[in-house]
């Protein structure tokens, strides 16, 4: 009985361990999952639980606001904020700055004060670099402004823009905001950051435009902020979609910054179980379509319990808006965001796949050892493989897998953002290949790349496609500077992309014993732009199949200095930066 005990004690410690809070399953998404804090509730100890638990990203849902760090012309107050930016370092958490240029939440003695418009440029340039300067390299991204644009799609009239506004027209006062914001801390991300403008519709087209503009002529914007104040009625997600794909493809990222989903509630605050499992799916859906982009950076909710909300008082009747609920316990909202964060499919591209040593992305070849960058969904750790009982690569590493036509290639690493694996030798004769990724046995949408018999790439010494070419002499000792190859010598040049050989190369398996595998091919090399001979074309001892270890003889032609090193199989040429060092 008591052995069992300590069994059932030992289980459920393994189920604590393996339980993923939200910020584990954002970290496997490379995305910030984040909330607004009010720092005066830090030191109660379930908020503080929560938060540091579940989270890793925190803004200051006030305490950033004009009116409360700057509540005199010349009087700044830090301390609520310098509390909240060292919780989230303490915690490992980002922190998101909110907000500089807004028509809210503005001191009196700046919107009864009179100003003219340079006093009153000035003092917002004041404020901008007193603000962004002070949190400068702590505060990752700013909410540089917010709510410029009404509905209709025309710049709302504020004390900043036109009110009497700081002396520019148009999205001027904004651009300026902006601009301030860069040179006052040029690491931070700068973000415009709306509602109502997740959708389709006047606003989130003005917005657009804004931003379409400000890239074109360089003005300093990284990004977009959708606010999703939700009731139970959002926009549709096929226009958010649509709208996150636009601005994402300007080259700015997007990030949900404000999520909450009112929904009736009742004198004591409580919600019914049915709009509760409404308003979890619009968590779902939500999380889901950020999760379709890569620009798509962080989630974030404003507040997560529902004892702090500014829900009710604002929307009378309505309430219950967050996915802990008054007493911290989670929401059927706070399932639907982890299963979103655990189910919703990686996003790859095809342009992401490259070869691992030249990284020429145009074509794989059966055998190449490639790279596939920008899988968004993966490892937080990096893991290596080793070979298994049979003596193969696995095709399963830290659950990754990558598929060519549904075969499973042997993985050499894997973590979020990049994969390397050998592409199986069957997609020979191919001329196109469907790739797809898969994390935790959810699969990418598949992505069609070319097959081509060869794709030569000699690997380089530092992992950069270019320059030093990893090149041995007979004697196994790296060719470098101090050690270049003379003319009249062999060496021993790294590549791969050979494409078919012969013997036939076993997907994973290591060349331990001969013959090692031969391409098909015709294999020659160039050295400076001279023909030498090669002696040798086949599998490298140790390396595998799919790796090429080609033996080549330095010609008497070729002069001294760094030369370019060029393998050429079958038709297809390796890159033509790699060098070698010859005395
Ligand atoms: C809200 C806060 O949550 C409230 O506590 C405060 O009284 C008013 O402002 N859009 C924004 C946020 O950008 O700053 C607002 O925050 C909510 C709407």
Redesign the pocket.
């Known amino acids: 009985m008591r052995k069992r005990l300590r069994l059932l004690a030992l289980l459920s410690l393994a189920a604590l361990a393996t339980a993923q809070t939200l910020r584990d399953l954002a970290a496997e998404r490379g995305i910030r999952i984040g909330a607004?804090v009010?720092p005066s509730h830090l030191n109660e100890s379930q908020y503080d639980y929560t938060l540091s638990r579940e989270f890793n990203q925190l803004t200051a849902?006030?305490a950033m606001?004009f009116e409360a760090i700057h509540p005199g012309i010349r009087t700044y107050s830090f301390n609520d904020v310098d509390a909240l930016v060292t919780y989230g370092e303490k915690n490992q958490m980002a922190v998101r700055g909110?907000?500089l240029v807004?028509q809210?939440?503005n001191p009196a003695w700046l919107t009864e004060g009179t100003f003219t418009p340079a006093e009153r440029s000035a003092i917002l340039e004041d404020h901008i670099r007193t603000v962004v300067g002070r949190y400068a390299g702590r505060v990752y991204a700013w909410?540089v402004v917010?709510?410029a644009f009404l509905d209709d799609g025309k710049l709302r009239s504020t004390l900043w823009s036109d009110a009497p506004g700081i002396g520019l027209t148009g999205t001027g006062y904004i651009e300026q905001a902006f601009r301030w914001a860069r040179s006052a801390d040029p690491r931070a991300l700068l973000f415009y950051?709306d509602?109502n403008a997740e959708g389709s519709g006047a606003k989130s087209d003005a917005i657009f435009h804004m931003v379409e503009d400000f890239k074109k002529r360089g003005v300093p914007i990284d990004g977009v902020g959708l606010?999703m104040?939700w009731s139970t009625s959002p926009s549709t997600l096929a226009s958010i979609e649509a709208n996150i794909r636009r601005l994402t493809d300007l080259g700015v990222q997007v990030q949900i910054?404000?999520l909450d989903v009112r929904v009736p509630i009742d004198a004591a605050g409580n919600a019914t179980a049915e709009s509760l499992a409404t308003q979890a799916q619009i968590y779902r859906d939500m999380v889901g379509v950020c999760l379709k982009f890569a620009g798509c950076t962080a989630i974030q909710t404003?507040?997560f319990t529902d004892k702090y909300?500014?829900i009710p008082?604002?929307f009378p009747g309505t309430g219950a808006a967050l996915p802990w609920d008054a007493a911290y316990n989670a929401k059927p909202a706070y399932n639907a965001i982890a299963t979103a964060l655990r189910q919703s499919p990686p996003v790859i591209t095809a342009a992401g796949l490259a070869n691992a040593a030249s990284y020429a992305s145009r074509a794989v070849a059966p055998g190449e050892i490639i790279v596939l960058f920008g899988p968004t969904y993966g490892p937080a750790a990096l893991a290596v493989s080793t070979p298994g009982a049979d003596g193969k690569l696995p095709t399963k590493l830290s659950d990754t897998r990558l598929l060519f036509d549904g075969m499973a290639a042997p993985l050499i690493y894997t973590v979020l953002g990049q994969v390397s694996a050998i592409v199986p030798f069957a997609v020979a004769g191919h001329t196109t290949a469907q790739v797809e990724y898969e994390y935790r046995d959810i699969r990418s949408t598949p992505v069609t790349v070319n097959v081509t018999p060869t794709m030569p790439g000699i690997f380089t010494l530092d992992s950069s496609g270019r320059g030093a070419a990893a090149v041995l002499d007979a004697s196994y000792r790296v060719i470098s500077n101090s050690n270049p190859a003379a003319r009249g010598d062999t060496v021993l040049v790294f590549a791969t992309g050979a494409g078919v050989t012969d013997p036939a190369g076993a997907d994973g398996a290591l060349s331990l014993t001969a013959p090692f595998g031969k391409p098909v091919a015709a294999v020659s090399v160039q050295i400076g732009g001279e023909d030498c001979t090669v002696t040798y074309a086949a599998g490298a001892y140790g390396l595998v199949a799919g790796a090429l270890q080609v033996n080549v003889e330095v010609s008497s032609k070729v002069r001294s200095g760094d030369q370019p090193l060029v393998l050429r199989i079958g038709n297809e040429y390796s890159q033509s930066v790699a060098t070698i060092r010859v005395k």
């Open positions: 607004a009010d849902e006030n606001k909110h907000t807004w809210n939440q909410d917010n709510e950051n509602y606010q104040h910054t404000e404003w507040g909300s500014w008082p604002v």
